[in-house]
């Protein structure tokens, strides 16, 4: 397949059911939320759960986190290095060329052609940045959120000193229900400048499809977050036939009538509106 030739826009639905989606270290991991209370998921995490989904279906990925790490590469610096073009390019001083480093470092690495990545390490001259063509948004709950905190505590002495106790208090918090909006877009000027092609494309689709596959862990165990509905939009052209704020705000999410404090994603009603033109596929989370 070639470089993209049509701009698209995505949307993702996601529910969530006692986890903590995305805690905030500033606040003692508790799940972000704004101050209107409404929950949040940082564009941060949902890129590194793409790299992760891509990283298990055997992509090359430059931004690699220390549990999911598959080449042992210790920082990204090494990384960089390893590759022996891209390496020379760091080590020629003054005399890099830029655009044949970018052109390395996009064709290698997946991640870095779809999200772009600033190259720039201690000891040397080069410093490379590259716009990747794929956007993606926080993805917002449709309306405030109820968190549960509860408090933990440990059963035994993990340190081994003399007269420490072993029930060390401890604070575990979660989402009770929520419905989040995931929004995205691929430029095709960018794509067309990193190489960002259709099968990549593909692979970012089904990607957010399976967002959560491989994902579990104490706060977000198997099955309390889900991908309900992917939309994926692709225009007839390179700069879109429309914005892409009117293509997201084609999808609706209400409450249904009666229903005060949703408890799950039967309490919504989903209203995807066409827009003249445009094509659309809708598909099922994984």
């Known amino acids: 397949m070639g470089v993209l030739q049509n701009k698209i826009d995505f949307e993702a639905i996601i529910t969530v059911n006692n986890a903590n989606c995305n805690g905030d270290p500033l606040n003692g991991n508790m799940p972000r939320t704004t101050y209107e209370g409404y929950g949040e998921i940082s564009d941060v995490c949902i890129k590194r759960k793409i790299r992760n989904r891509l990283l298990d279906e055997g992509e090359k990925i430059f931004v690699q986190s220390d549990d999911k790490n598959i080449d042992g590469f210790k920082s990204l610096k090494a990384r960089a290095e390893a590759n022996s073009a891209f390496g020379a390019e760091l080590q020629n001083g003054k005399k890099a060329d830029k655009d044949k480093a970018y052109e390395i470092a996009c064709k290698e690495w997946m991640d870095v052609r779809s999200f772009g990545q600033v190259f720039a390490f201690k000891g040397s001259t080069l410093s490379l940045g590259v716009r990747g063509p794929v956007s993606i948004h926080p993805a917002f709950s449709v309306d405030p959120v109820d968190i549960t905190s509860i408090q933990i505590t440990k059963s035994v002495n993990s340190e081994g000193e ?55 862990s104490s706060a977000r165990p198997d099955g309390s977050m889900e991908i309900y509905k992917l939309y994926w939009w692709k225009h007839n052209c390179k700069i879109g036939q429309y914005s892409s704020k009117k293509v997201h705000d084609c999808v609706e999410i209400v409450k249904k009538e009666n229903v005060d404090s949703p408890k799950s994603i039967d309490d919504y009603q989903i209203v995807r509106h066409d827009l003249d033109g445009l094509e659309v596929q809708e598909y099922e989370g994984l």
Request: charged share 35%; net charge negative; proline share 0%.
């Open 162 to 216: 003399e007269g420490k106790s072993s029930d060390t208090m401890g604070m575990k918090h979660r989402v009770d229900f929520g419905v989040y909006r995931l929004k995205g877009s691929i430029n095709v000027q960018l794509a067309e400048k990193t190489g960002f092609t259709e099968e990549d494309a593909e692979k970012i689709k089904e990607a957010v499809r399976t967002l959560f596959v491989n994902d579990s």
